[in-house]
Nanobody, 119 residues
Framework: QVQLVESGGGLVQAGESLRLSCVTS????????TGWFRQAPGKEREFVAA?????GGTYVSDSRFTISRDNAKNSVILQMNSLKPEDTAVYYC???????????????WGRGTQVTVSS
């Protein structure tokens, strides 16, 4: 059973940076990818970034964001720079077999962490 726990959310001002962490456990070959998604009130959950534990390959939706992994800590980091009010959302960590942008490709999800960007 894959478990994911997000942390690092909070309230920041526009233009500032935030670093989210997702600590994973129980990963297997069927959960090689860890992705970040976000969901704003009244909107669908959307892809942010994903990384492969095996290859280190990444897929990012916005150049302001970078994703990396820390093998020793079993964690995936989402670095978000130049934040905008429209980045306000609950950010979720998810695990799946391959790096992909669709929520349906991920079978395990964390509970999320709130990111609020004020103008």
């Amino acid at each position: 059973q894959v478990q994911l726990v997000e942390s690092g959310g909070g309230l920041v001002q526009a233009g500032e940076s935030l670093r989210l962490s997702c600590v994973t456990s129980g990963r297997t070959s069927s959960s090689d990818a860890t992705g970040w998604f976000r969901q704003a009130p009244g909107k669908e959950r959307e892809f942010v970034a994903a990384i492969s534990w095996r290859s280190g390959g990444t897929y990012v939706s916005d150049s302001r964001f970078t994703i990396s992994r820390d093998n020793a800590k079993n964690s995936v980091i989402l670095q978000m720079n130049s934040l905008k009010p429209e980045d306000t959302a609950v950010y979720y960590c998810a695990a799946g077999p391959v790096v992909a942008g669709q929520t349906s490709r991920y079978g395990w999800w964390g509970r999320g962490t709130q990111v609020t960007v004020s103008s």
